[in-house]
C-alpha cells in the first residue's frame, strides 16, 4: 500500500505551475484592462489546481494498466510501480476532477453557464488523453491539447470570468503559458521515446524522432520571449517577463546537449520554474504599468 508521501510523489506536484501560472497570467491580463477580482482568482485556482492532479493520476491509471510504465525512467508511477491499486488511483483521479467540477461550476454561475461546457470538455480532455481505447495522447495529439487547455483554455478562461472579455494582451499570455506548458511535456516525451516506441506509444516526440524533437522544445522556450516583446506596446514593464531568461537557458541545456533518460528530468523542473517565473514577474508589470 503506497504511502501518504508516495500519494503525493504520485500527484507530481513539480507539475502545479501548469495550474499556477495560467491564473497568474490570466488575472494580469484581467488587471491590464482594470478587471482583476482576486477572489475569482482563487476559484479559478481551485479548478485549476485539481484538475492538473487529477490529469496526473488519470494519466498513472492509464498507463499503468496498459504496462506502458512497467519500464518508465522518471517521477514515481503509483500503478506501473505497484504501489496503489489501478482502482484507488482512479478514484483519486475522479476526486480530484470532481472538486474541479464543483469550483468551476461555482465561477460559471458568476459569469457565463457556457463555461460549465467548457469546463467539461477540459475534464473530458484530461481523461482521454491517456484513457479509453484511442487515447489520443499516444496517436501525436498530446502537446496540442496542452498549448490549447493549460495555454487558451486556462489564461482566456482566467481573464474572461474575471474581466468579462479577452484582449490581445490575455492570448499573448497565453500564448507564452501554453508554450511552456508544451515544453513541459515536449521534454517528458523526449525523454520517454525509447519506451514509448517499445510499447506503441506514438507520441509527437517519437512521430518527429530525437533531433526535431529538441528543436521543438527550443522553439517553445524562445516563444514567450517574444510575446514579452509584444507586451511592451502595453507598457514597457513587460520586460520583467525576462527574468525567466535564465530558467529557460537552463531548461534548455541537457535538451540541447543530447541529455537522455534521468539527465532529463532537471529541464521538466526547470520549464516549469520559467514559466511559473515568467507568469509571476508579467502579471504584475501588466496590473501595475
Known amino acids: 500500500m503506497a504511502t501518504a508521501g508516495q500519494w503525493l510523489e504520485g500527484a507530481r506536484p513539480r507539475t502545479l505551475p501548469n495550474a499556477i501560472a495560467p491564473v497568474v497570467a490570466g488575472t494580469g491580463a484581467a488587471a491590464a484592462i482594470d478587471g482583476a477580482v482576486w477572489w475569482k482568482a482563487l476559484l479559478a485556482l481551485l479548478v485549476a489546481l485539481p484538475l492538473v492532479i487529477g490529469v496526473n493520476f488519470a494519466n498513472d491509471y492509464s498507463d499503468g494498466i496498459r504496462g506502458t510504465d512497467d519500464d518508465r525512467v522518471g517521477p514515481l508511477r503509483l500503478v506501473g510501480s505497484g504501489l496503489a491499486s489501478p482502482a484507488s488511483v482512479k478514484r483519486a483521479a475522479f476526486a480530484c476532477f470532481g472538486i474541479g467540477a464543483v469550483a468551476g461550476i461555482v465561477l460559471a454561475a458568476t459569469s457565463a453557464w457556457w463555461l460549465i461546457l467548457v469546463g467539461a470538455v477540459c475534464i473530458v480532455g484530461a481523461w482521454y488523453y491517456t484513457g479509453g481505447r484511442t487515447p489520443y495522447g499516444y496517436s501525436g495529439f498530446g502537446e496540442i491539447a496542452v498549448f490549447v487547455f493549460f495555454g487558451l483554455v486556462a489564461v482566456l478562461g482566467t481573464q474572461f470570468v474575471q474581466a468579462g472579455r479577452v484582449t490581445w494582451v490575455g492570448l499573448a499570455c ?116
Open 174 to 289: 497565453a500564448i507564452a503559458v501554453g508554450s511552456l506548458s508544451t515544453a513541459v511535456l515536449v521534454t517528458n516525451n523526449l525523454r520517454d521515446i525509447p519506451t514509448d516506441t517499445v510499447s506503441g506509444k506514438r507520441t509527437l516526440a517519437v512521430r518527429l524522432g530525437d533531433p526535431r524533437t529538441r528543436t521543438l522544445h527550443l522553439v517553445l522556450v524562445v516563444v514567450p520571449f517574444v510575446a514579452s516583446l509584444a507586451l511592451v506596446a502595453v507598457t514597457p514593464w513587460a520586460l520583467a517577463g525576462l527574468l525567466a531568461v535564465p530558467f529557460a537557458v537552463r531548461a534548455h541545456a541537457p535538451v540541447r546537449t543530447g541529455g537522455l533518460g534521468m539527465s532529463l528530468i532537471p529541464a521538466l523542473r526547470d520549464s516549469g520554474l520559467a514559466m511559473l517565473v515568467w507568469a509571476l514577474a508579467t502579471a504584475p508589470a501588466l496590473a501595475f504599468g
